[in-house]
DNA sequence: AAAAAAC
């Protein structure tokens, strides 16, 4: 009985904090929106189209990831697919998202709603719902809600692809609340017994965010939504408690401990989420994911699952586990926003980036600015540095730190406290801070995806964004293919940067090598000209062809550097 | 390709 006490409780007294926290901060950072989409009243229209069609007719800088699914979408005019243009989404009113083409396949794709009031006439949905999102801002459905909700709420499997803040969250939250039924506490029915709906997601973070959202929308319902961590796994040890969970929101491996420690049944889960998919299904989170989907042996067991990006060997195993799945994909996969300006900067080398991000704040921004890197000392460090040059409110989040001291971050963040926050991957997907309108890659993507996720911290809900990327000489083999993903969703990038080789065929320079730090010549590239990053560009891009040619010794490259170096410093 | 995150 306790225990029981210390998980609802913990619950409620939350949700109330939380809900008054985020009302204020949307309501706004939403006036300040008005103010700006004023000024630019055409702004989404354009890109999205027009990217589209570039691509899709293959252009200069065409992709194979791209225009794959389009073409084949277009060849196979099977009558079990369905293609569904923006035209269906171009007859509402006014949204604050700019449209995007939606594409459904798979068989007997439901009719798309038309509002949300749709959810009551169609699906009967309980009109409380719609007041919680009606309170919650939520007016007009997103493209992935439109075509993801009839879907779900007809029980088929559901792969959705969809842009970074586009509300997929809300697109698999809303069905399941709609179809959970009773909640599991105050009914003796044997179906309606035990956790039926469980969201995995990658990070903490965000399975705590998720389950903020999942209050809110779930407010005046009894239902008992339980954030899992180490407090909560150890009360489900009794079953009294554990029959009158409703709904689960965790991370896989604290799924999995529970599952082994037997603490856990989850032979009634209905509705199994993946936010995050192709992350969840990454080869280090593979075999916890199925551990988990395995528990989840109920014949009626509805899969689905989330991302903004969906490369072609997670698509295959997300296909896998679904059911007849239906593939919705909202805009362009593995493609920014457009409403995200993106640009890339040039640092020549690593003892470069500090100065120029100190140059950057010292000019007026945005705050609060997100700063990614690509390790967790890497994190601590250019936080402490930052603290050191002046910088005011410096946060730092990477999972080295206590789950206290993220919380603590979490917390400054979303009360706009932070205006600089130093991070890692930990925060590059899924996290909603609605404020941030600036990104900043301190260190080079190491993915497309990664590029698109962490991106997309900004741009979110309609929003306009700005995202810088620092590229040194040894980022060349991936600068193309991020500089193609920059154009593609309407960004511009430097002729000569596209002009670079391939990067299938350069190979990727042995790191941690040669790490030239000199003070003075650091100062003198920040201000360096178009034409000369071209050439120490290039001149990089030859050497490592070269080195590959003579597979080259550590010594001989540091030397042929050094020499190319100083020539064009000498001119 | 590679670090991060998951407990």
Avoid at 13 to 23: L, S
Avoid at 196 to 211: G, N, S, Y
Avoid at 279 to 286: A, H, Q, S
Wanted: a positive charge; charged letters at 25%; one cysteine or more.
């Amino acid at each position: 009985m306790e225990a029981f006490h210390l998980l609802s409780r913990g619950g409620a007294q939350f949700d109330k904090k939380r809900f008054k926290k985020d009302v204020k901060l949307f309501n706004i950072s939403t006036s300040i929106d008005k103010g700006k989409g004023v000024t630019r009243p055409d702004d989404g229209e354009l890109p999205t189209e027009l990217d589209f069609f570039k691509y899709a007719q293959g252009g200069p800088t065409k992709r194979k990831g791209i225009r794959e699914p389009e073409q084949k979408a277009k060849k196979a005019k099977v009558s079990s697919e369905e293609e569904v243009s923006g035209t269906s989404t171009d007859a509402k009113p006014s949204t604050s998202m700019p449209r995007q083409r939606v594409t459904a396949k798979g068989n007997n794709v439901p009719a798309p709603l038309e509002s949300f009031q749709d959810l009551i006439t169609r699906y009967n949905v309980p009109p409380r719902l719609l007041d919680n999102l009606e309170h919650s801002g939520y007016l007009e459905p997103t493209g992935i809600q439109v075509h993801g909700v009839p879907i779900l709420l007809e029980g088929r499997d559901l792969a959705a692809i969809s842009p970074t803040g586009t509300g997929k969250t809300l697109a698999y939250l809303l069905p399941i609340f709609a179809s959970l039924g009773a909640p599991a506490s105050s009914s003796n029915d044997d179906t309606s017994r035990g956790v039926r709906a469980l969201v995995l997601a990658p990070t903490r973070e965000l399975a705590h965010q998720i389950h903020n959202e999942c209050l809110k929308l779930a407010q005046g319902r009894k239902w008992r939504i339980v954030l899992f961590s180490k407090a909560t796994a150890s009360t489900l040890a009794d079953k009294n408690v554990r029959d009158k969970v409703d709904i689960i929101i965790s991370t896989p491996l604290r799924m999995v401990a529970a599952l082994q420690a037997g603490n856990l049944d989850l032979s009634n889960v209905r509705h199994l989420i993946l936010d995050e998919a192709d992350r969840m299904l990454d080869p280090e989170f593979l075999e916890q994911v199925q551990e988990v989907t395995g528990a989840c042996c109920h014949s009626s067991v509805r899969k689905a699952v989330f991302s903004a990006t969906l490369p072609a060997n997670a698509e295959k195993i997300a296909m896998g586990m679904l059911d007849d799945p239906i593939r919705v994909v909202v805009g362009l996969k593995d493609t920014p926003l457009p409403l995200i300006a993106q640009s890339l900067t040039y640092v020549a080398d690593d003892a470069s980036k500090l100065p120029t991000l100190l140059q950057y704040l010292a000019q007026p921004y945005n705050p609060p600015v997100l700063v990614f890197v690509s390790t967790q000392p890497r994190a601590s460090s250019l936080a402490e540095e930052l603290v050191l040059s002046g910088v005011q409110n410096v946060d730092c989040l990477h999972a080295g730190m206590s789950m206290k001291e993220r919380e603590d971050a979490i917390s400054r963040m979303r009360k706009g406290e932070s205006w600089v926050m130093v991070t890692t991957e930990v925060m590059a997907r899924g996290m909603d801070f609605k404020g941030v309108r600036e990104v900043i890659n301190y260190d080079f993507p190491q993915s497309v995806q990664s590029y698109v996720h962490r991106i997309g911290r900004t741009g979110r809900a309609g929003r306009e964004g700005k995202a810088v990327t620092y590229f040194t000489n040894e980022d060349g083999p991936f600068l193309k293919t991020i500089a193609n993903v920059i154009l593609q969703s309407g960004s511009t990038v430097p002729d000569w940067i596209l002009k670079l080789p391939k990067p299938s065929k350069m190979k990727r320079r042995d790191m941690g090598k040669v790490k030239r730090a000199d003070a003075v010549n650091n100062a003198r590239r920040i201000g360096r000209s178009d034409a000369i990053k071209k050439r120490e560009m290039i001149a990089a891009s030859k050497r490592r062809k070269q080195k590959t040619r003579e597979g080259g010794s550590n010594e001989a490259d540091h030397a042929s550097q050094k020499g190319e170096l100083e020539d064009i410093d000498a001119q």
